[in-house]
């Protein structure tokens, strides 16, 4: 094995009996994001413009909002915000489907079992997904003592058929709505930044991910990785917290990231990603916001 991965393995392990306490916390702390409605008094003005924005967000912890201090369901609430500040919409409804550690294969069965998520997803005016991240995560426990770029191979093959089966389930629901996938982002980079190969792994699974995006009609793949991996601005290393071993034990903070677990977006981060996914939306509004786009 590699020496740079040996120092990976070795970081990682530590990082990851952390984060992994502090994931727990966070996710005791912050329960699951319910749907929300946001009201505005004047009515949209433009006679072809929808008056209700229907908005349905799918996925893992990064769609409930882990790390959002707020607990108002993270980058989905922000985003509502802002497109009913730009678009003066009578409301949006939010339904927030995100549920922290889901997989794809999980977010698969509850597509299959969850009647009132299928309902939100057939009335749906746009839908976003976050997916992949815990699928990716099983892969480096799965392969823990034996990592290389290779070893995901196989993972990331069954990654992509389940990708393929979750956007069937959600267009048998839902076949006109626009889908905007988010891609995955490294944490772990401002503490490795020499691995090289680890970013070549997350760099991997986006591709997987928007390889499959691109075959689903009005879908879109938003990547996030340069965004937050370097932290606000590439601002990285605003702060060290030192192990009781001391110096070799050091890992740095992403400023763009949680504190409480060093994984999952921050506030600040959660805007940075509804920002990225509003581009896109206003983009292609005249898929979602026109009367008539059903």
């Not at 924005?53 to 369901?73: F, M, N, P």
């Not at 003592?145 to 990708?163: A, C, G, I, R, S």
């Not at 110096?247 to 990231?257: H, I, V």
């Not at 506030?267 to 940075?272: A, K, P, V, W």
Request: proline share 4%.
């Amino acid at each position: 094995m590699p020496k740079k991965f040996q120092k990976f393995l070795v970081g990682l392990l530590f990082f990851l009996s952390v984060t992994g306490v502090s994931y727990l916390a966070a996710t005791a702390l912050f329960p699951k994001a319910t749907p929300r409605w946001n009201q505005a008094a004047p009515k949209v003005e433009s006679s072809e413009n929808k008056e209700i924005i229907h908005y349905t967000a799918v996925g893992d912890s990064l769609t409930e909002g882990i790390g959002d201090v707020t607990q108002q369901g993270g980058f989905v609430h922000l985003l509502a915000s802002d497109l009913q500040e730009k678009y003066n919409f009578n409301a949006i409804t939010e339904d927030n489907y995100g549920v922290s550690g889901d997989r794809s294969d999980q977010i698969i069965k509850r597509l299959k079992k969850d009647e009132e998520l299928t309902k939100c997803l057939a009335k749906a005016d746009f839908i976003t997904v976050t997916v992949g991240g815990n699928d990716l995560m099983k892969a480096f426990q799965s392969n823990f003592f034996n990592l290389t770029v290779e070893t995901f191979d196989k993972p990331m093959e069954q990654y992509q058929e389940n990708l393929v089966e979750l956007f069937e389930l959600i267009r048998n629901e839902n076949p006109q709505a626009p889908i905007y996938v988010l891609g995955i982002y490294n944490p772990y980079y401002v503490n490795f930044p020499e691995i090289t190969d680890l970013q070549t792994i997350f760099d991997n699974w986006n591709i997987a991910t928007q390889e499959v995006v691109r075959d689903v009609k009005n879908s879109y793949f938003i990547p996030i990785n340069e965004l937050l991996y370097q932290g606000i601005d590439g601002n990285m290393g605003i702060d060290v917290q030192e192990t009781p071993e001391g110096k070799d034990g050091s890992f740095t903070l992403n400023d763009a990231l949680y504190d409480g677990d060093s994984f999952h977006p921050n506030n600040l981060g959660y805007q940075i990603m509804a920002n990225a996914v509003k581009e896109k939306l206003i983009e292609t509004e005249n898929q979602w916001v026109l009367k008539g786009k059903e």
